[in-house]
C-alpha cells in the first residue's frame, strides 16, 4: 500500500524528488500570517492546520505538537508541519515532505499521520526507515458540501451543547474514538480527553440533539475558517438510525453552517460503507482520498 510512485502530481505541480535537500525549521508566532497565506492557498486541505493556528497560534501546548516550515531558495515557505501526537502537513515540493519526515521520526510520542493519500505514501516511504511502527492505516474519502439543498423535517431542538452535556458527549466521543484508532482515550488519558471535549463544548463547536436526557445526535467543528468549516464526530444514536432522523439534523447543521462559510467538509472510512451514503444524502460529494496511519507508541501519551 505505501511504495513511492515515480510520477506524483498534486494540485500545486509535480514534486521534484531530486532537487536539492531542505532542512525544517521550527515555526514561531512572528511567521503566523505568513503560514496562513501559505495555507489559504488550498483551504480544502488545509482546513485542519488553519484551525490549530487559529484557535492555539503556531506555538501552544494545545497543539499537542510543533509546527514546522521549510523555505525555497528565494525564502518563500515551500511545506508547513505540525509534527507530534497528529502529524499533518502542506507540501509544494518532495525536498519539503522528506525534510518533514526527518523531524518526524525523532518524535516518538506521535499517534496518527493523516493526509492526501499520494502525499502520505511519498512522507511514509522517506520516515518508516526510522520512525515509528505503523499499528493501523485507514483509507478515507474527503466529502465536501459547498451549497445545501432542500431540507427535510425540521428537527427540533438541534442547538449547541452545553457544559452540562458533557456526561453525554464523552463516553460516545471515545467509543467513536476507539472504533477509529483501535485505542480507548478515557484508557490511556481519561482526564485529557475530557478536558478537550469540554474545550470544544466552551469554544462552542459541539452541536447536539438531547432529549429526555438522552443524546440523539451529535456533531463537532474541528477547524472553523471563512472558507470551509471542517466537522467530525457526526453521531446518530443507534435507536434512530435509518429514520432519517440523522439526515434531517446534519441537512439542518449544514444549513446553518453554510450561512457563514463556503464549504463543510469532513472524512469517511472507505470501509463505512453505511456512513459514506448517509454523507451522500445529507448532499456532500466526494473530493478526494486521504490516508489515516495509526502509529505504535513506545511510551504512554496523551490520545484523541
Known amino acids: 500500500m ?108 506521535a499517534h496518527m499521520i493523516l493526509g492526501e493519500q499520494e502525499r502520505i505514501e511519498e512522507f511514509w516511504s522517506q520516515y518508516q526507515a526510522g520512525g515509528q511502527s505503523m499499528r493501523l492505516a485507514c483509507r478515507e474519502s474527503l466529502f465536501e458540501m459547498h451549497y445545501q439543498g432542500e431540507l427535510g423535517q425540521q428537527v427540533e431542538g438541534l442547538r449547541l451543547a452545553t457544559l452540562a452535556e458533557l456526561g453525554l458527549i464523552v463516553p460516545v466521543q471515545a467509543k467513536m474514538a476507539q472504533e477509529e484508532s483501535g485505542v480507548n482515550p478515557l484508557e490511556r488519558d481519561a482526564e485529557g480527553f475530557r478536558q ?57 447543521l449544514a444549513k446553518e453552517l453554510l450561512q457563514r462559510t463556503k464549504a463543510i467538509s469532513l472524512l469517511v472510512d472507505q470501509r463505512n460503507k453505511r456512513a459514506q451514503a448517509f454523507f451522500r444524502k445529507c448532499g456532500f460529494r466526494l473530493l478526494t482520498t486521504y490516508d489515516t496511519i495509526f502509529l505504535e507508541q513506545e511510551v504512554a501519551v496523551n490520545i484523541n
Open 2 to 109: 505505501y511504495q513511492q510512485s515515480p510520477t506524483m502530481k498534486f494540485d500545486t505541480g509535480a514534486f521534484v524528488p531530486q532537487a536539492a535537500p531542505r532542512k525544517a525549521f521550527s515555526l514561531t508566532c512572528e511567521v503566523e500570517t505568513e503560514v496562513l497565506n501559505f495555507l489559504a492557498e488550498r483551504p480544502l486541505h488545509t482546513v485542519i492546520l488553519t484551525g490549530f493556528v487559529r484557535d492555539n497560534g503556531l506555538v501552544s501546548p494545545a497543539n499537542r505538537g510543533a509546527f514546522y516550515g521549510v523555505r525555497n531558495d528565494e525564502g518563500e515557505l515551500e511545506g508547513v508541519a505540525l509534527i507530534g501526537h497528529a502529524t499533518l502537513m502542506e507540501t509544494r515540493t518532495a525536498r519539503a515532505l522528506c525534510a518533514f519526515a526527518e523531524i518526524a521520526q525523532r518524535c516518538s510520542s
Open 196 to 252: 478537550r471535549c469540554r474545550r470544544r463544548i466552551e469554544q462552542g463547536r459541539s452541536w447536539v440533539v438531547v432529549r429526555d436526557g438522552n443524546l440523539l445526535f451529535k456533531a463537532d467543528i474541528i477547524s472553523d475558517t471563512e472558507e470551509v468549516i471542517y466537522l467530525e464526530g457526526v453521531w446518530t444514536n443507534q435507536k434512530l438510525r435509518g429514520s432519517g432522523h440523522g439526515i434531517n439534523c446534519m441537512s439542518q
